[in-house]
């Protein structure tokens, strides 16, 4: 192989290949950061929320503009099921205080023990009644699921600060594994949750594989814990399934059914589990498409920046290329030259692509938090221009190749 | 002279429309990028009010209790206020103005049971609000400081719901029913659409930066209905029995504001909160002893992280590929040039000194900045527009102010120059007498 003289000539006129591996870094430095941002995010956005079959499922929600009585209250929601339950296409209802990913909910903190003086962590608290794990269709992985005795009857208008803790909860299997990193089984432990001295324990009667928090945040999202409430909340949830496709017809008629089971005026709306995901993720696939545009333009730019060197140095050198064509340089043997040439070119500007990219990472975990970039995305880059610059010197190198030796007999 | 130079710019751009046109595009799509991810930055970092940001206070205690405490460690419930502390800061805080804030949903009630429902969602505060915001009105005026001693059932609202609830005409001293209650329309807000929403960033209805406050009733009126916050409520203990118990709990759900009457007075105010601290731990409370904070309206949009971590990273980003489109047509220009020695041979051998000869391909450089800016600004404008689909949050903030509208040539033009330089600096380097020797 011919290296030295390649080196040599690189050597010499230097200006124009380290200008084409300054592009190759800094493309390599942005492309794998932003890889790596489109990934966390797409993950993020994708991840699944423990309702199965989310586009059968969907809630409506019902306040009565005036206020009604606890026993008026508890009433009035045994109507609105059977109003629901009668609505054709409705597979099964459940009442909740929340819905996943649905951004509007409660959150409370927990501890494994009374005299523990941080909380372990604060997990979305979904209030609900039976009916609400069949509906969302959430797999129990241990034990059961809530039922009717568990019920905790809750009056907020007279509940005072030790009654809201019922006795049994079903908790995501995320969080057990969270709380209790090294235990296989999870029925049987006790949550606490309440004020400085008077901590009320919370038994794990069942684990539900995932259900994904209101909030759904990037880190704590399925951390969820089910509690067992008949609240009379000066609003109803209903979470609702539609036969397979039926979901919006379906919202429609649930929603004019409660607004008929009604007694006064109330502020109804409905929304599918899907609406939900796709306005929860929306910033973050909003970025994932932004920074994919980008890399897009970054590979064309890069793309169009070592053909163009390389169209240059060929045409500086057709003279010396029909010499050595006429000194008995076979097609290949022009084509590998300039081939050879631009990987060195390459491989300088991946190499220092591969330090500006981890420079590049640091800033911004300093100035936006962002994580520490994995090594393999830094390779994923390297591997994407290497091909590049191989694709992109090809077509010019070829041209080069063809190139007559009568060339050489020409003055300039 | 620089016209000449402009013209023989011109001509040589002209000559070989295919690089040219690959160098202003080139341009044109890293300065597009950058403009149109810094643009969004810009607007969601605005200052609302910047005449009146440094007099504008926001007061936070910490109430947690104190086996929690992490000193340092930011928590959820450190963002508003409780009940009980606002009363006092309302009562006797410092600075010419006071005010607080919560959110409030509700609906009006339809005159006939099948009507429709109009959903309302906004704020309860006081009267003084609309003075210090500084609120436009477009019929009425804001309610009187006697509205707020006695709870009265008034109501300011926006322009959209004014006429979604009583048609296009002036509706002071019109009623709705709201609440269980009959309210009166004292006034309707003008155009008045903050950005971000400064002064009730914990809403429920929207957000940052998107939806808007629709009606605003007094504070002690709400109170006295005992509507709970919309917006975010965070208990650090438990909370009383009823709403009563709940109004003299440790929860915080209000957001309190001061207005100084010059940002002198912030030392004053400061000193006036480390005693009212003071005074309620002698009481008992505030027994983690953080410190008291007060954020001017800057530092307060800072502190709630109204702009996210993704739009620094995308900006971050963009100014990469910038650079690397810089790098890029750096390469071309230095084709371009290098392709021209004879013709700078020959100027210099007819006495153009090395200055002119920068000066000349230097403005050639220009010209392709200023193409590309131009290019650039209808690449970025598309963009925007492309981004402004994406989300609402992103429909309020991806727009195009005269600022970003300088800023886009002021990078082009640096831009295209900084890809200039070298290649320009070689064209001067050519020797003369080799040139036109070779000719």
């Known amino acids: 192989m011919e290296i030295r003289p390649i080196l040599s000539t690189l050597l010499r006129s230097r200006t124009g290949p380290l200008l084409v591996a300054l592009q190759v870094a800094i493309s390599l430095a942005i492309l794998a950061n932003a890889l790596f941002v489109v990934q966390q995010r797409i993950a993020v956005s994708q991840r699944p929320s423990g309702v199965v079959n989310e586009r059968d499922v969907g809630y409506v929600f019902v306040r009565p503009l005036a206020q009604m009585s606890h026993v008026e209250t508890l009433a009035q929601q045994q109507r609105e099921r059977e109003a629901l339950k009668a609505v054709p296409g409705v597979l099964s209802v459940g009442w909740t205080s929340q819905m996943p990913m649905s951004r509007s909910g409660s959150s409370s903190s927990i501890r494994l023990s009374p005299e523990q003086a941080r909380e372990s962590a604060t997990p979305a608290f979904y209030s609900v009644q039976p009916g609400f794990a069949a509906t969302l269709g959430l797999r129990f992985v241990e034990g059961r699921d809530l039922n009717e005795a568990d019920l905790l009857e809750y009056d907020p208008r007279t509940a005072g600060p030790d009654d809201g803790t019922p006795g049994v909860v079903v908790i995501t299997l995320p969080l057990a594994k969270f709380l209790f990193p090294d235990a296989t089984t999870y029925v049987g432990r006790n949550l606490w949750q309440g004020s400085e001295g008077r901590m009320k324990p919370m038994r794990i009667v069942g684990v539900v594989e995932n259900l994904m928090s209101q909030g759904a945040g990037s880190l704590t999202g399925p951390y969820s814990v089910i509690l067992p409430f008949r609240a009379s909340l000066s609003f109803s949830r209903w979470a609702v399934r539609a036969e397979p496709g039926k979901l919006e017809q379906v919202l429609k008629d649930a929603e004019e059914a409660i607004r008929k089971a009604a007694p006064a005026p109330v502020r109804t709306f409905k929304r599918s589990v899907a609406e939900d995901r796709e306005s929860r993720y929306r910033n973050e696939r909003a970025m994932a498409w932004m920074l994919v545009s980008i890399s897009a333009l970054l590979l064309l730019v890069t793309l169009s920046g070592i053909v163009g060197m390389t169209m240059l140095r060929v045409a500086q050198r057709r003279k010396q290329i029909g010499v050595r064509r006429a000194l008995g340089a076979r097609w290949r043997d022009i084509l590998r030259y300039f081939m050879v040439e631009n990987f060195i070119i390459t491989t300088g500007g991946i190499v220092a692509g591969l330090m500006l990219a981890v420079g590049l990472n640091r800033l911004l975990m300093a100035y936006t938090g962002m994580p520490r970039l994995p090594i393999e995305y830094m390779a994923y880059g390297a591997a994407a221009l290497w091909v590049l610059g191989i694709a992109a010197v090809y077509g010019p190198a070829s041209k080069a190749a063809s190139i007559s030796p009568a060339i050489a007999t020409r003055t300039a | ?439």
């Open chain 2, 1 to 439: 002279m620089f016209r000449y130079y402009l013209l023989l710019g011109a001509r040589s751009l002209r000559r070989n429309p295919a690089l040219t046109a690959l160098m202003v595009l080139t341009l044109a799509i890293g300065v597009a990028a950058s403009v149109a991810t810094l643009t969004i930055l810009h607007v969601m970092s605005g200052n609302p009010i910047p005449h009146k940001s440094d007099r504008l206070l926001v007061p936070l205690l910490d109430v947690a209790p104190k086996r929690n405490y992490v000193p340092g460690l930011r928590e959820p419930y450190s963002q508003q206020s409780t009940y009980p502390d606002t009363v006092n800061y309302l009562r006797s805080g410092p600075g010419v103005r006071r005010t607080a804030i919560y959110d409030i949903g509700g609906a009006v009630e339809p005159a006939k049971r099948d009507d429709p429902v109009i959903q309302l969602g906004g704020v309860a505060t006081t009267s003084d609000y609309f003075a210090m915001f500084e609120v436009p009105f477009r019929y009425g005026s804001a309610w009187t400081p006697a509205h707020d001693e006695r709870a009265a059932r008034v109501a300011v609202l926006s322009p959209s719901k004014s006429e979604a609830i009583f048609g296009d005409v002036d509706p002071v001293g019109k009623t709705f029913r709201s609440w269980g209650e009959t309210f009166t329309v004292v006034g309707v807000v003008g155009d008045w659409k903050p950005t971000p929403r400064y002064t009730n960033l914990t809403n429920g209805s929207g957000g940052y930066f998107n939806g808007e406050d629709q009606v605003f009733i007094p504070f002690k009126t709400a109170v006295s209905l005992e509507l709970r916050s919309n917006g975010n409520t965070t208990c650090s203990r438990d909370s009383g029995v009823g709403y009563k118990g709940f109004l003299e709990s440790d929860c915080v759900w209000i957001q309190a504001w001061f207005e100084l009457a010059s940002p002198a007075d912030r030392p004053a105010a400061q000193a006036w909160l480390d005693h009212y601290a003071a005074e309620q731990r002698r009481g008992g409370r505030l027994e983690r002893n953080a410190p008291n904070r007060l954020f001017n309206v800057t530092e307060w949009l800072e502190y709630m992280e109204v702009v996210r971590a993704d739009n620094k990273i995308a900006v971050w980003l963009a100014f990469g590929f910038l650079a690397l489109c810089i790098v890029n047509t750096m390469g071309l220009l230095l084709a371009k040039f290098s392709t021209r020695a004879a013709e700078v041979g020959v100027r210099r051998a007819l006495g153009a000194g090395q200055g002119a000869i920068f000066r000349q391909f230097l403005t050639e450089t220009a010209v392709v900045g200023i193409a590309g800016g131009v290019i650039g600004l209808l690449l970025a404008m598309v963009s925007l527009w492309l981004i402004r689909k994406q989300s609402q949050d992103l429909s309020v903030v991806a727009q195009m102010d005269w600022p970003m509208l300088a800023a886009t040539f002021a990078i082009a033009v640096g831009a295209a120059l900084v890809a200039g330089l070298l290649p320009t600096w070689r064209a001067c380097q050519v020797s003369p007498a080799l040139q036109l020797k070779s000719q």
